[in-house]
Nanobody, 125 residues
Framework: QLQLVESGGGLVQPGGSLRLSCVAS????????IGWFRQAPGKEREGVSC????????KYVDSVKGRFTMSRDLAKNTAYLQMNDLKPEDTGVYYC??????????????????WGRGTQVTVSS
């Protein structure tokens, strides 16, 4: 029974910050790739950030580079997405996902077998 639970979403003004958390149970993060995805209404799901098993270095989609920071705490089996300087276009439901893929790059959402239910992030003035 592998489960992921996201939290930390909410309503924030442009320029504000949020930190999302993803707590895993039934498996340990050190053996899994972890990804953050988001989906806005009427748009396709897009990858935001990931930590691959290959090098363990966070990677980001261009639109969030310099503003978002992904990290993980292996002892707590928790992944984080620190989001700074938020913009209205960051609005959407944010999901974390995990898989035993061993690669050095971020993968498409269809490659992940385990997903959380998501947490809503709304950036509006």
């Amino acid at each position: 029974q592998l489960q992921l639970v996201e939290s930390g979403g909410g309503l924030v003004q442009p320029g504000g910050s949020l930190r999302l958390s993803c707590v895993a149970s039934g498996f340990t993060f050190d053996y899994y790739a972890i990804g953050w995805f988001r989906q806005a209404p009427g748009k396709e799901r897009e990858g935001v950030s990931c930590i691959s098993r290959g090098d363990g270095i966070p990677k980001y989609v261009d639109s969030v580079k310099g503003r978002f920071t992904m990290s993980r705490d292996l002892a707590k089996n928790t992944a984080y997405l620190q989001m700074n300087d938020l913009k209205p276009e960051d609005t959407g439901v944010y999901y974390c996902a995990a898989d035993r893929l061993f690669t050095y790059n971020c993968r498409e959402g269809s490659d992940y077998d385990h997903w959380g239910r998501g947490t809503q992030v709304t950036v509006s003035s």
